[in-house]
């Protein structure tokens, strides 16, 4: 059981907006920064959006982030038939005094 | 360009140790924190260890803690995951990860390609 809550999954049509939550507690997402990544199938986990809403280089625009309390929150606008992945938001947590990370959130483009 | 290559999985019957290294090329890395995680077959991340750059400050998942030991060697580029004990549940894919930005909490970035640790009689 995760300390991030993530939705098991997530659809919509190619040029669709989804967004994908991650709601935390005051000693996680209140306190730290929250970042997402994206699994392609078979593939290593890639940084998609770090310090809640940055992007590194190379990630397209289309990705966003953004915060609102202990909860953050994943856009993809335009869904594009690539996005199909696995997306995870992870942050460090000062009771733990470890990461943690959401239980992963699967999008499916129809 | 920056690569990490994880080494040194395989199977192991329960109760067993087995050492993971990770080789790290393409950057500075004695300048970053280094992180261990985890993915059991068709679940989601788990994080596992993470190390200071000087080896001097070490952290670990309450799952592991007790019996895994992370350490590094800067002076070889590598990072490495001391296993004891294992468990049927610790069985997944391994992955090493540099911290993104070396001077702040952003995240994991590059990952390597994982390697597989299977515990099983």
């Known amino acids: 059981q995760s300390v991030l809550t993530q939705p098991p999954s997530t659809s919509g049509t190619p040029g669709q907006r989804v967004t994908i939550s991650c709601s935390g507690s005051?000693?996680?997402?209140?306190?730290?920064?929250v970042n997402w990544y994206q699994q392609l199938p078979g593939t290593a986990p890639r940084l998609l959006i770090y310090?809640?809403?940055q992007r590194p280089s190379g990630v397209p625009d289309r990705f966003s982030g953004s915060l609102s309390g202990t909860s953050a929150s994943l856009a993809i606008s335009g869904l594009q038939s690539e996005d199909e992945a696995d997306y995870y938001c992870?942050?460090?947590?000062?009771?733990?005094?470890?990461?943690?990370f959401g239980g992963g959130t699967k999008v499916t483009v129809l | 360009q920056v690569h990490l290559v994880e080494s040194g999985g395989g199977l192991v019957k329960p109760g067993g140790s087995l050492t993971l290294s990770c080789a790290a090329s393409?950057?500075?890395?004695?300048?970053?924190?280094m992180t261990w995680i985890r993915q059991a077959p068709g679940k989601g991340l788990e994080w596992v260890s993470s190390?200071?750059?000087?080896?001097?400050?070490?952290y670990y998942g309450d799952s592991v803690k007790g019996r895994f030991s992370i350490s590094r060697d800067n002076a070889k580029n590598s990072l490495y995951l001391q296993m004891n004990s294992l468990r049927a549940e610790d069985t997944a894919v391994y992955y090493c990860?540099?911290?993104?930005?070396?001077?702040?909490?952003?995240?994991?970035?590059?990952w390597g390609r994982g390697i597989l640790v299977t515990v099983s009689s």
């Open positions: 005051s000693s996680n997402i209140g306190l730290n920064t």
């Open positions: 393409g950057f500075t890395f004695n300048n970053y924190y």
């Open positions: 190390i200071s750059d000087s080896g001097s400050t070490v």
């Open positions: 990860a540099r911290r993104f930005i070396s001077s702040s909490k952003s995240g994991f970035d590059p």
């Open positions: 992870a942050a460090w947590d000062d009771s733990l005094n470890g990461v943690i």
């Open positions: 310090s809640y809403d």
